[in-house]
DNA sequence: GTCTATAAATGGATAGAC
DNA sequence: GTCTATCCATTTATAGAC
């Protein structure tokens, strides 16, 4: 493995588990066993660190993003696709866990960053467009809107929430929690069906985290 | 105007305006024409300011939290509630746009913190569960506790997620699309009046914000 | 490519005069 | 209470040898 990605995966893995604020380029070198000096001559620094890792990221959810189109027409898919979605945020969860704070020490990330809620708000506009054309729910587009905001807001903040809990989930548990989170706040928009499905859903919740 | 009080004064400005992390000791002392060695003899420094900030925004709080004990039993009442909470969020921005940053930086106030939320939690539940009582939500426990999460999400990271998007709102606008958001939860659960509350709800958000 | 050594920049903090 | 001057710590960043 080349210096350059013994870089980028180490310096994820240490943002992902200690937060990147307290790593210092510094930090990360001698995680690696290398010298300041010689990560300074593969990256400018921790920003190009990080806009490398982000790069990453983008990329994947733009695939992510781009690959629902028109293959959500059952309340299962939204489910599996929910999962596919938060793992890959998980994967990055550093960035997810101090927005604020990276958005505006870079700012050309922030761009970038409205340019994957866009879509990803998009994404949920169809998806819940695509339920309601096929009858597997009833939503005007007011309230697909608002419930848009507040699945927005989840997918959002799901990680930046969890670090505000004394009794922390890990990973796997996490995103479980969080996609029933989202999940439940379609069966009342759902008919006759939304009982049993809700029920299902808490179900499911419960047998996945026994 | 003792100096004491303009230091406090000054900074909740400047935090809520210009970002706390963005403020050091200097540039406080220079918005009020003092000495960094001045403000040090008031304050061991940023820290001690922000200590005593968080003081008034948790007694503001627990009197805003313990005052709706009982007395939520209408839709509209906890409307009202609503506004007076997210009021006083508002006035300590600073401290929501960052939660991350600061509860790391200050394990003490982390502690505090989430004794704050979970009051917070414990003033939903009972409003839920009186709105329950008095028929106005029809709302099983286990649901019931997955919308107070869904509150949660949205009442902790409403100024975070405001601070992501291109087109900020101003305070007010931002606390009524954000009251709508969490009031549009509840029609689901309220029956036949669900879908003129619903109505309602929309009609008066136009109007406010118009 | 990688090292060591060191500079430069920032922000937090204190000492001592007035 | 308030000021000036200064120090200290941390972290980023570079120069030059190997």
Not at 61 to 69: D, E, P, Q, S
Not at 94 to 109: I, K, V
Not at 130 to 145: I, Q
Request: glycine content about 6%.
């Amino acid at each position: 493995m080349k210096t350059r990605d013994r870089i980028l995966h180490v310096s994820l893995l240490l943002f992902n588990e200690e937060g990147e604020s307290h790593q210092t380029a510094v930090d990360i070198s001698n995680a690696l066993d290398i010298s300041p000096g010689n990560l300074y001559y593969h990256f400018k620094g921790k920003d190009a660190i990080i806009r490398t890792l982000f790069d990453r990221h983008d990329a994947e959810m733009k695939i992510i993003l781009n690959g629902a189109r028109g293959r959500l027409a059952q309340i299962e898919d939204s489910w599996i696709y929910l999962y596919i979605l938060l793992e890959e945020i998980y994967d990055f969860r550093f960035f997810y866990r101090d927005l604020g704070l990276l958005l505006d020490r870079y700012p050309d990330l922030a761009v970038r960053f409205r340019g994957i809620t866009g879509q990803m708000r998009h994404a949920l506009v169809d998806m819940f467009d695509e339920l309601t054309a096929g009858s597997v729910l009833r939503l005007d587009p007011r309230l697909r809107d608002v419930l848009t905001d507040q699945v927005m807001t989840t997918l959002t903040f799901w990680l930046a929430e969890d670090r505000l809990n004394t009794d922390r989930h890990d990973g796997p548990s996490l995103i479980h929690k969080t996609v029933l989170q989202v999940m439940c706040l379609l069966p009342p928009y759902m008919g006759e069906e939304g009982v049993d499905a809700l029920a299902g859903l808490f179900e499911h919740y419960d047998r996945v985290t026994a």
